[in-house]
């Protein structure tokens, strides 16, 4: 298993039994330490679990408002505890992730992958209709925002607009 999918799998893991519990603060850091040393002992670098994890808190109220925004007829607290984790974490990814790293599809991707390993029958269907309805709705950020690549051969600006006529205008 990769390591990034290997860490949204903890992190997800992490979030799931911390929400299970009652979503006691002080309970987290115990919850995602002993399922780092379960699951990903083989990861050294274990900063990308606490990226998400703490992502997810610090923005929580605002993934929860985009979930019920986009699945208007499932309430969160109707949503399984699984299913809303995953959500959590691929929202996470989705609207505040570092796109160079984790492209928006990716992201999807990822989350509908985790939907299927660790939810119901049908959780990817459902994680994959709230993120690609989440998605439509903000495009894909970033994308527009670089400048266009400049042709070698392009003549500059000045040029072509100094020589507008038509070689038959020119002849005349």
Do not use: C
């Not at 002080?26 to 002992?41: M, P, Q, T, W």
């Not at 808190?57 to 309430?75: S, V």
């Not at 959780?123 to 994959?128: L, T």
């Not at 495009?139 to 051969?153: L, N, R």
């Amino acid at each position: 298993m990769a390591s990034r999918h290997l860490s949204r799998s903890v992190a997800m893991q992490s979030l799931y039994e911390w929400d299970f519990r009652g979503r006691k603060k002080d309970e987290l850091s115990v919850i995602l330490d002993r399922n780092i040393k379960e699951f990903a002992s083989g990861i050294e670098d274990t900063t990308f679990i606490h990226q998400v994890v703490d992502g997810v808190i610090k923005h929580n109220k605002e993934l929860d408002k985009i979930i019920e925004k986009a699945a208007p007829q499932w309430p969160l607290e109707q949503i399984a505890v699984v299913d809303r984790n995953v959500l959590r974490v691929g929202l996470f990814e989705l609207l505040f992730g570092k796109r160079d790293e984790v492209p928006p599809k990716v992201a999807i991707n990822e989350a509908i992958e985790l939907a299927k390993s660790f939810g119901g029958e049908s959780s990817g269907k459902f994680v994959n209709g709230v993120l690609g309805t989440v998605y439509r709705e903000i495009g894909e950020p970033g994308k527009d925002d670089a400048p266009p690549a400049k042709d070698k051969e392009q003549t500059p600006t000045s040029e072509v607009e100094a020589s507008t006529e038509t070689p038959e205008e020119k002849t005349e």
